[in-house]
Every structure is written in structure tokens, then in C-alpha cells.
């Protein structure tokens, strides 16, 4: 196991006091078998109540509203996380056997959002290129594995170029971007090969300094396997999700995910920092980790206010990726 130290630091500055800011936060380490959560601390200006709940996706949210005028929002949130090694899919069933039980999966409720295919222009390119790079004489890992080696080498790593809103058929058009821009393109890829597959926020670690989207959160995608369940493909480092991978939320895509993200009045410009910083731990001991694992804010059983369902419905996303 390895632990690393996570401080993630989101701030905005107003050209002119706002008020009524009311936002949305999705900064919560998913605390499963592969991930340990030993601290978790939020600060933020102005010091307001949070209010968390669990979304539709199962994601820890969190709200909170800060009424008074002022000029500055800063959000941070540090972790102290152990990270596990993943056990990766067996061979035990044959392909024939996996892709006859990936078809009955478009049958079961939960996998709907995940198997939803996408329209934009380029589409049939796509399509033709997933078929193409398909071989059913492999199993379903294998072939997303394919598919996000495919995107790694033919799409160029790229800051500037795009943004939050960049669309799926720019993103193919330019054949480049950032983390958010190739989670998106493999999201589209491995659906049109009618595989099961979800968008995911959080940070890589900095193993080495070869990888991609260290310094911001990050995106991956993670693709459903029968009779394993979920597993994490990064193709901006082409690489299997394994212990230097955080998870904070998985949805649809990245309007499901993004970390901060509100609504005020006032004037509308503004400006957005966002910085993260991860440290390195020392290696933990398997047998004798040393520790009695300590959540944050465990998420209490309610939903949200109604008034702020209202407030998102006019959104605005304002978080980098990279």
C-alpha cells in the first residue's frame, strides 16, 4: 500500500462584492476496498454549514451557500489517503463467454446511463474506427484496453486548446486536449462497443514524472467487465487504474463530476484558480498499517434543498482539468 498527502486548493476573486453564492462540491476521497481515507479536512472563507448528501450515482455532495457580500471564495480540502493495488480481471470464462454476458447487461436499469450512445457530427467515423479496432476474439477488458491505447496515441496531450465546454465533436476534430477531452473520447469509444462505461474525477499521483494531469484534478473512465465489476482505464497515460489513481465521483460524464462548481449575483467577471498538490508517504505496511481509518463528515441521509435544485438549473462550471 502507499499513501500519499492530497491538498487541493479552488479559489475565485470577484471584480466586485457578490453575494447569494451558492455552490456545490464534490472533493470527498471514495472511501472502498481500494482506497483508505485516514483524514479529510474542508476549509472555506466565510466559514458556512455544509450540508452533504449522497447523489443519484452514489457520490458524496456537498452545499453550502455563503449570503453575506464579498469578493473572495476559497475552498480547501486535504486528505491524507492509503491507496491498495488492483486486482486486475481473471481469464477464467472465455471471450465468447464475457461478450454473451456483456449483451445481457443492456437489459439491466443500472447499466442504461452508461450504455448511452452519443450523437454528434463525426459519429460514423467513430464508429467505423470501433469497428475496426474491435476483436471479439478477445475479451471486453482487452478490447477497452485497445481502445484507450488508440487514444493515446493518435490524439495529442494539449493544454489551452479546449474547456469545460468543449464538445465531443471538436474534441474529434482537433484529435487533441487534455485528461476531461480523452476520458470523454474513450467514454464514446467503448460505448459504441456496447461496453458499460463511466466518467471519473479525481487526481493521479505523481509516481513519476512522465505522467499526465498531475497539478489539477484529473479524468479517467471506468469500464464495466461481468463477474468483476468496474475497473479504471486512464488514456491520457494509457495506463490501468491502479494505486496511484484517487477517485472523487463517477457519472455520465464530467457535468456529473465536477468538483466545485455554484452560482451567484453580481458582477460577472471573475477569476478561477485551481491548484493540487499531492505528496508522496512512505510505503505502508501490509500486515500493520497503523491506523484506524477516520471519515470525514459521514453523509447523513438527506437530499437537497429544493431552492438549490432551482439554483443549479442555471449552473455555471468553472473548474479545470487537465
Known amino acids: 500500500m502507499s499513501s500519499y498527502k492530497i491538498k487541493h486548493v479552488t479559489r475565485y476573486t470577484y471584480q466586485s462584492p457578490v453575494i447569494d453564492c451558492i455552490n456545490q462540491i464534490m472533493l470527498y476521497p471514495v ?18 454549514g455544509i450540508e452533504v448528501f449522497k447523489d443519484y450515482f452514489g457520490n458524496r455532495v456537498g ?9 473572495e471564495l476559497l475552498v480547501v480540502s486535504e486528505a491524507d489517503v492509503i491507496t491498495k ?3 486486475l480481471p481473471g481469464n477464467s470464462v472465455s471471450a ?30 467513430v464508429e467505423a474506427l470501433v469497428k475496426n479496432l474491435l476483436d471479439y476474439n478477445k475479451t471486453p477488458f482487452e478490447n477497452a484496453q485497445a481502445l484507450a491505447s488508440y487514444i493515446f496515441n493518435h490524439f495529442e496531450y494539449k493544454k489551452g486548446i479546449t474547456d469545460v465546454e468543449t464538445k465531443t465533436d471538436e474534441v474529434w476534430k482537433l484529435k487533441a486536449g487534455v485528461c476531461q ?9 467503448i460505448r459504441r462497443a456496447d461496453i458499460p462505461a463511466r ?7 505523481p509516481k513519476n514524472e512522465k505522467m499526465r494531469g498531475t497539478g489539477a484534478t484529473h479524468a479517467w473512465v471506468e469500464a464495466y467487465i461481468p463477474d468483476y465489476g468496474w475497473i479504471g482505464l486512464d488514456p491520457t497515460n494509457n495506463c490501468i487504474v491502479n494505486d496511484g489513481h484517487v477517485r472523487l465521483a463517477v457519472g455520465r460524464n464530467f457535468t456529473d463530476c465536477t468538483p466545485v462548481k455554484g452560482t451567484y449575483k453580481g458582477a460577472g467577471e471573475h477569476t478561477l484558480e485551481v491548484s493540487v498538490h499531492i505528496e508522496n508517504g512512505n510505503k505502508v ?3 500493520n498499517p497503523g491506523f484506524s ?8 441521509n438527506t437530499i437537497p434543498l429544493n431552492s438549490y435544485q432551482r439554483h443549479l438549473e442555471n449552473k455555471q462550471q468553472e473548474q479545470q482539468q487537465q
Open 85 to 87: 493495488p488492483v486486482q
Open 285 to 287: 505496511n501490509l500486515e
Open 181 to 189: 477531452d480523452f476520458a470523454h473520447m474513450l467514454l464514446v469509444m
Open 293 to 300: 481509518p477516520v471519515l470525514h463528515n459521514p453523509a447523513p
Open 96 to 125: 465468447a463467454g464475457e461478450w454473451e454476458k456483456m449483451s445481457r447487461l443492456r437489459e439491466q436499469f443500472q447499466f442504461f446511463d452508461f450504455l448511452e450512445k452519443e450523437s454528434f457530427e463525426g459519429v460514423t467515423e
Open 199 to 205: 466518467y471519473v474525477s479525481g487526481y493521479i499521483c
Open 31 to 48: 472511501h472502498d476496498a481500494q482506497l483508505e481515507v485516514r483524514r479529510h479536512e474542508l476549509f472555506i472563507s466565510h466559514s458556512p
Open 63 to 71: 452545499v453550502f451557500s455563503v449570503i453575506r457580500p464579498h469578493t
